[in-house]
């Protein structure tokens, strides 16, 4: 997913984002909840041309700024690295990633603005956020996601265990994820009202207390697949 010089609020939810590349985000002010990402994260901020954001729900221009990064807000999310540290992934320790970025939301430790975080899930070495909030990181643990593309039907296969019940998750609404800083505005659905992320990917109802990290509400535990069509 390319996000290209958007400033919020934007609702991106209970995607597979499976490629190589998980996430090129050169805007701020999004929303990423309940998403599956097994590829890097590149943060780049754009601060050589001012951009237009918009009142709600319409395209009229309210104002002009430059893309300075953050201002994102990460919830629930299963975040799946490929076997090694932040600092083994072709970026020096200490040193902003840009283009090459990494696994992981620690890509944005170097962006003005900072990060809402909640529930994520890092395995196989991804890294979190420097401020991340209640966050559960699984070390080395690898789910084996795969998409199993030569069969019919198309299946996930993936190794989730147990450990998801631990995840300190809320139910994503428009309360908890504020306002996009640069417009001012909150995060709602099309029609204007409020919204919750309270469905999964296949549309099943979502536990409204503790609802499960990833795009799928109780998915079974161990080495088996998911059929998506």
Same mark, same amino acid.
Do not use: C
């Given at each position: =997913?390319?996000?290209?010089?958007?400033?919020?609020?934007?609702?991106?939810?209970?995607?597979?984002?499976?490629?190589?590349?998980?996430?090129?985000?050169?805007? &701020?002010?999004?929303?990423?909840?309940?998403?599956?990402? /097994?590829? @890097?994260?590149?943060?780049?901020? &754009?601060?050589?041309?001012?951009?237009?954001?918009?009142?709600?729900?319409?395209?009229?221009?309210?104002?002009?700024?430059?893309?300075? *990064?953050?201002?994102?807000? #990460?919830?629930?999310?299963?975040?799946? *690295?490929?076997? /090694?540290?932040?600092?083994?992934?072709?970026?020096?320790?200490? @040193?902003?990633?840009?283009?090459?970025?990494?696994?992981?939301?620690?890509?944005?430790?170097?962006?003005? #603005?900072?990060?809402?975080?909640?529930?994520?899930?890092?395995?196989?070495?991804?890294?979190?956020?420097? $401020?991340?909030?209640?966050?559960?990181?699984?070390?080395?643990?690898?789910? &084996?996601? $795969?998409?199993?593309?030569?069969?019919?039907?198309?299946?996930?296969?993936?190794?989730?265990?147990?450990?998801? $019940?631990?995840?300190?998750? /809320?139910?994503?609404? /428009?309360?908890?994820?504020?306002?996009?800083?640069?417009?001012? =505005?909150?995060?709602?659905?099309?029609?204007?009202?409020?919204?919750?992320?309270?469905?999964? #990917? #296949?549309?099943? $109802?979502?536990?409204?207390?503790?609802?499960?990290?990833?795009?799928?509400?109780?998915?079974?535990?161990?080495? *088996?697949?998911?059929?998506?069509?």
């Amino acid at each position: =997913l390319f996000v290209e010089v958007d400033h919020g609020p934007f609702m991106v939810d209970n995607n597979l984002f499976l490629s190589s590349v998980s996430l090129l985000d050169m805007s &701020e002010g999004g929303a990423y909840v309940h998403n599956l990402f /097994t590829g @890097k994260i590149i943060s780049r901020p &754009e601060p050589g041309r001012q951009t237009p954001y918009h009142p709600a729900h319409s395209t009229t221009v309210a104002g002009m700024a430059v893309i300075k *990064g953050g201002d994102n807000r #990460f919830h629930n999310n299963i975040i799946v *690295g490929n076997g /090694t540290s932040s600092a083994d992934q072709g970026v020096a320790a200490g @040193k902003d990633p840009e283009w090459r970025g990494g696994y992981g939301l620690w890509v944005y430790d170097y962006r003005e #603005f900072t990060l809402q975080t909640g529930g994520n899930v890092y395995y196989n070495g991804a890294q979190p956020y420097a $401020k991340e909030a209640n966050v559960l990181i699984q070390g080395s643990a690898n789910p &084996e996601v $795969k998409l199993a593309q030569e069969i019919d039907p198309l299946r996930l296969q993936l190794a989730l265990g147990p450990e998801l $019940k631990q995840a300190k998750t /809320t139910l994503v609404t /428009t309360a908890l994820l504020g306002k996009a800083r640069i417009p001012g =505005l909150p995060y709602e659905s099309a029609d204007g009202s409020a919204l919750a992320i309270d469905t999964d #990917f #296949f549309g099943k $109802k979502r536990n409204k207390t503790k609802p499960t990290p990833g795009p799928f509400e109780n998915p079974p535990t161990g080495p *088996g697949g998911l059929r998506l069509r």
